[in-house]
């Protein structure tokens, strides 16, 4: 590879008055039309720089950042991108993971996607169980509904990360709908699915009352005579004196919901079918029109099979929990 051009004095006066004034290695690079590599070797040097001197691609980390790197992964548990970043190294991503392959004391860690349970949190989904332990063809006539974020780079937290063998492992904490996604809205039962629809990332009551009219309410009435039961989570715009009343004037029974049990809910389930479909092979997309365009497709190719199968499901998810305690 070439070597590049050696800074000139301005180019050094700039980059140490960026850097003191607070700018990342890549912000001072865009700045002064140069490499991150040939910034962060001016920086390491200093008084030193041009005495033998050469920028290229043999980019050696020294001690020090080998001890960050190691010191940030062993207390953070970040993946090796996110380490790269945030100590900005001159190097590749895949550079930073064979050092880390190098210690025997990390491991490539799947990360545990589960919300914390507390002892409120376990005793109602123990009895949430027992009340429903009998149910067999009653799931048959419970429609499962939640609402599923999806981003344009891929599905929302990173499940791998690098563990250091000496601390407890990782987990996940669930996060709430954020802006710049497509957020959509679907519901199941044994005998069909709606139709995805497309929902605001700020819902509220009002909002939620109208997306159960339009998409809700036909579905019920297309696919169950009666004994129906709905299923929905404890969001606040769920279980708000306004969607309370909605469900009474309806005369729509609603299942006794357990807080923080995704596990129990096999529409989770078809949102990771789903999923892996939109995603498939790292698939990422340019903009919204698309990935809705996708999303749609591949829900439209969703079997009643799988539907009947996951709702099939119910009554041992309900006795994994009996036989778990929790």
């Known amino acids: ?65 080998r001890s960050r790197i190691f010191k940030e992964i062993s207390t953070q548990n970040k993946t090796a991108s996110e380490v790269k970043k945030i100590l900005e190294l001159p190097v590749t991503t895949r550079r930073v993971q064979q050092i880390l392959q190098q210690d025997n004391r990390l491991k490539w860690t799947k990360r545990s996607l589960k919300p914390p349970l507390t002892q409120e949190h376990k005793r109602a989904r123990l009895e949430f169980a027992r009340n429903h332990m009998s149910w067999s063809e009653e799931w048959k006539d419970t429609i499962f509904s939640d609402e599923k974020k999806f981003n344009l780079d891929g599905p929302d937290g990173f499940k791998y990360y690098w563990h250091d063998l000496r601390t407890d492992k990782s987990v996940a904490m669930s996060r709430n709908f954020g802006g710049g996604t497509l957020m959509v809205w679907a519901a199941f039962s044994y005998s069909s699915k709606t139709p995805l629809c497309k929902i605001s990332t700020r819902m509220n009551s009002e909002k939620y009352i109208d997306l159960l009219e339009d998409c809700l309410i036909p579905f019920i009435e297309d696919n169950h005579e009666e004994n129906v039961v709905y299923q929905q989570d404890n969001a ?71 539907l009947q199968k996951l709702i099939c499901s119910m009554p041992n998810r309900i006795f994994q929990v009996l036989g778990c305690q929790i």
């Open 1 to 65: 590879m070439p070597r590049g051009k050696v800074l000139s004095s301005e180019e050094q006066a700039k980059i140490e008055a960026y850097r003191d004034a607070g700018l990342s290695l890549r912000e001072i690079a865009k700045k002064i039309s140069r490499s991150t590599t040939c910034i962060y070797h001016f920086l390491q040097l200093r008084k030193n720089y041009g005495k033998n001197h050469y920028t290229g691609g043999n980019t050696k980390l020294t001690r020090r950042d």
């Open 236 to 306: 606040a715009i769920h279980t708000s004196k306004k969607s309370r009343e909605w469900f009474r004037q309806k005369d729509l029974p609603l299942l006794n919901w357990p807080a923080r049990s995704p596990d129990l809910n096999p529409i989770e389930n078809l949102w990771g079918i789903l999923s892996r479909a939109v995603y498939k092979n790292g698939k990422q997309y340019n903009n919204i029109k698309d990935l809705e365009k996708a999303i749609r497709v591949e829900w439209s190719k969703i079997h009643i099979t799988t």
